[in-house]
């Protein structure tokens, strides 16, 4: 059974340079001897106030104020122990036999997650069910896994410090809704997971007190323009970014950011402009693609026909063969390129996503679609998204009955 079960947050290792609960403290009393040096990772912090780091992991509990961050010092030494200690642990672990004996919240364990092995420092047993779940020391995810693939840690895998170490990010992140946050979580990874990075810490000075977190302001070395490269900034404009309804104001910001990446990733939430029509009184030709009723039915401009054709034959070349796909669990991704087999690739909408299933609108031909995991589609790619959508909608007018 769980000895001493608390919630998520109080269960933060200052391994982790997180703020220490009086119950987290309490826990701590259940770890392994052989780590009292996690409870002061201070000796990690370099006595520069300009560090080298690799975000590892973003989280956001429900309802939170703001992410939380984790990252690994680059320090050569200690890279070079984890690395060994890596490679060490997994030879162990692949033939260990001896599973843990008790989910003990706070306790150090090895897990398998697919064919490597981690150090994970439990958190909680799922009630009821054979699982439980912890944060991976080193990298600070949060995993849940089955007691199957738990072991007991030798005590020559936990003389280093935890690698993975909690910060916080200079600027007003807080001021967003929980809503916004979550939104936008998946893109904020894809800004900065697996990323390297200056961070100027601005509490340099505090980090000797117990429970002070690291606040950085982080920097992309590989940016020549300062402005381009201040990552802090470019994570306060993808949230303003997600916050406004207007698409003006949002074509706005978007010509403000200077980061390429986060350019790259604001364009794929901006929807191809609107299909056209011509005004009251005047008259075109257009092709009838469905009709269910005289009040629903979808037509496309015949004048554009020719640049609908070519767009069809750039996405067949760009999107044929390639391997990447897209996962239904990508909250990132808005807009979608379909394979629709003879008929080739089409831009699509996702209207609903399901945990099996996700359901699209086509942008250009009208109609909806339910894609399963098997099916090929890729988020479309920015060249893509500069055709006016091509599917416009109507009804009859001066119909009576």
């Not at 052989?34 to 409870?39: F, K, R, V």
């Not at 672990?93 to 989910?103: C, G, I, K, M, Q």
């Not at 009040?295 to 015949?302: A, G, I, L, P, S």
Request: charged share 25%; with cysteine.
């Amino acid at each position: 059974k769980l000895k001493g079960a608390a919630p998520k947050q109080d269960l933060e290792s200052s391994s982790n340079n997180c703020p220490l609960t009086e119950q987290s403290k309490h826990l701590d009393n259940h770890h392994d001897p052989h780590l009292a040096d996690e409870d002061d990772p201070h000796g990690l912090f370099p006595p520069e106030a300009t560090w080298n780091v690799s975000v590892t992991s973003v989280l956001h509990e429900e309802a939170a104020p703001g992410y939380s961050f984790y990252v690994q010092l680059l320090q050569e030494q200690n890279r070079a122990k984890l690395c060994q200690m890596n490679k060490d642990l997994n030879s162990w672990a692949s033939f260990s036999t001896d599973l843990v004996r008790e989910a003990v919240a706070g306790k150090l364990a090895a897990v398998r997650l697919g064919m490597l092995w981690y150090r994970v420092k439990l958190l909680q047993k799922v009630v009821g069910e054979s699982q439980a779940t912890g944060r991976l020391v080193d990298k600070g995810d949060l995993v849940t896994c089955s007691e199957e693939d738990l072991r007991e840690l030798p005590a020559r895998f936990v003389s280093l410090p935890a690698q993975a170490v909690c910060v916080q990010l200079a600027g007003l992140l807080g001021v967003f809704k929980a809503g916004v946050l979550a939104s936008c979580l998946g893109r904020v990874r894809e800004l900065l997971i697996g990323k390297k990075f200056s961070a100027v810490v601005e509490n340099r000075a505090c980090l000797g007190v117990p429970g002070t977190v690291p606040v950085l302001s982080m920097t992309d070395t590989g940016m020549v323009d300062r402005e381009e490269g201040n990552i802090n900034l470019a994570i306060m404009q993808l949230l303003r970014f997600a916050s406004v309804q207007s698409m003006t104001e949002k074509w706005n910001m978007l010509r403000s950011v200077r980061n390429p990446a986060l350019s790259e990733i604001l364009r794929r939430l901006v929807p191809p402009p609107s299909a056209t029509a011509p005004g009251v009184g005047e008259q075109f030709v257009v092709q009838v693609l469905s009709a269910g009723s005289p009040e629903n039915f979808v037509v496309q401009d015949v004048s554009t026909i020719e640049d609908l054709d070519r767009l069809k034959r750039d996405m067949d070349k760009f999107y044929t063969g390639r391997q990447e796909g897209w996962s239904l669990q990508n909250d990132s991704v808005k807009f979608l390129a379909v394979d629709c087999g003879s008929l080739g690739w089409r831009r699509a909408v996702i209207e609903e996503v399901k945990s099996e299933t996700t359901g699209v609108r086509f942008l250009d031909y009208g109609g909806r679609k339910v894609l399963d995991k098997g099916h090929l589609a890729s988020p479309l790619d920015t060249q893509f998204m500069k055709l006016p959508c091509q599917a416009l909608s109507g009804r009859l007018g001066r119909v009576v009955g």
